[in-house]
């Protein structure tokens, strides 16, 4: 059992020599939570076996489902992989670092650890200065899944992490809230057409724009497939409550009306809606997820948000959607998973 430290570091002035004392952590083989442009990161050195073996019981993640490699430099991509495919080179030069993860063929330098003995390898330069500074310290590429307990919403915000792995790990860095909210997206290089196997921040648009090339994963167009990438199929990014997500024109009249009786039935409700239609939830527990014209609000907010409700002992979620294309395809997916698929559009039917 650790006393959990929180270090917090400033993206715009960043203590070199903390970071440097930080890694130690990492060199000796512990976990430390990270910040990144997506999610908070659970941390370890990933080319020991031990180290990323703990980071599966820590986040009591099923042993089936991979990890990814974090690095700081496209130098340190050479020793992880087999070969790198053209596109993803350009994929690399456009999107790197970002919240882009590409797929290729593991070198044997990766230990199965960390690929679940997969011939394949997860790799990804994240955005945060931060974190790129302290991969170079720790002078490996970092393991990385989000720093949340297994099917839990993913943290977006050092407190989150706190609340998830207190005692567990020595030390979170807390580099303040992360900007785009959810996880990255994950893309197949080693197939002739890249498939996308978790949609992110980058939309299928955007990998398209660069390679011409580039198409879903079966799972990720209908559900009742069975997804490529293990980490898919599991439950996740769940609060206690039981979330509702509705899209559609009558969706805020009926999302008022079903609080309402939810709330006539004893039931703690709360209602997540766009802060245009906030007014309207005056005398209900309600949370804004920023203005409707602006997706990122909602996707930096979402996980916060669900796990407030947590906090707040909350029964019943009631939730606007959104429309199921572009970077609104990214969120939907999440929402699918986080509400075991209790999407509705109301104006006929299920949204599947
Ligand atoms: O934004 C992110 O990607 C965050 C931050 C911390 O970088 N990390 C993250 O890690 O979301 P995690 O472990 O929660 O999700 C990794 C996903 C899982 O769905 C996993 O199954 C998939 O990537 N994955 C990892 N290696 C894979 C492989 N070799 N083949 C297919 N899928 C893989
Ligand atoms: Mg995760």
């Known amino acids: 059992m650790y006393s959990t430290k929180i270090y917090k570091i400033d993206e715009n002035n960043i203590d070199y020599n903390l970071l ?12 430390v939570a990270i910040p990144t442009e997506t999610v908070y990161g659970l941390a370890c050195d990933g080319l020991n076996y031990e180290a990323t ?3 599966f019981r820590v986040k ?18 050479y020793n992880l992989v087999e070969y790198i495919p053209k596109d993803a080179y350009k994929l ?25 003995g997969l011939d394949t390898v997860a790799i990804r330069m994240p955005k945060s200065k931060i974190t790129r500074a302290f991969i170079d310290f720790c002078n490996t590429p970092l393991a990385a899944p989000s720093a949340n307990l297994s099917t839990k919403p993913s943290p977006t915000n050092a407190s989150d992490v706190y609340d998830d792995l207190n005692k567990k790990i020595p030390v979170i860095i807390d580099g303040g809230s992360c900007d785009i909210g959810i996880e990255s997206t994950v893309v197949d290089m080693t197939e002739k ?7 992110g921040f980058f ?12 198409k879903y994963d079966d799972s990720i167009i209908n559900s009742e497939k069975i997804p490529k990438s293990p980490g898919q199929k599991y439950k996740h990014y769940a609060p206690n409550a039981e979330i509702n997500v509705y899209i559609g024109n009558d969706s805020i009249s009926k999302i008022k009306e079903l609080s309402y009786r939810d709330m006539k039935l004893g039931k703690k409700v709360c209602v997540l809606v766009f802060f245009e239609y906030m007014d309207e939830f005056k005398n209900i527990n309600s949370k804004s997820l920023g ?7 909602m996707s930096k907010s979402m996980f916060r948000l669900f796990r407030e409700c947590d906090r707040e002992n909350i029964d019943v979620i009631y939730m606007q959607g959104i429309d199921d294309v ?26 599947e």
């Open 53 to 55: 073996k703990e980071v």
């Open 291 to 297: 203005k409707q014209d602006n997706l990122i609000e």
């Open 92 to 116: 690399a030069e456009t999107f790197w670092p970002g919240p882009l993860t590409m797929i290729f063929k593991k070198s044997k330098l990766v230990p199965d650890t960390v690929t679940c």
């Open 193 to 199: 057409i890249p498939i996308i196997l978790r949609p």
């Open 326 to 351: 572009g970077f609104g395809k990214s969120i939907m997916n999440r929402l699918k998973k986080s509400s075991c698929g209790r999407v509705f559009n109301i104006d006929g039917g299920k949204n």
């Open 20 to 31: 440097k004392n930080i890694s130690k952590y990492i060199k000796d083989g512990k976990l």
């Open 60 to 77: 009591n993640r099923p042993f089936d489902n991979p990890l990814i490699l974090h690095i700081s430099n496209i130098k340190q991509l």
């Open 203 to 214: 939309t299928i648009e955007d990998i398209r724009s660069i390679i011409n090339k580039g």
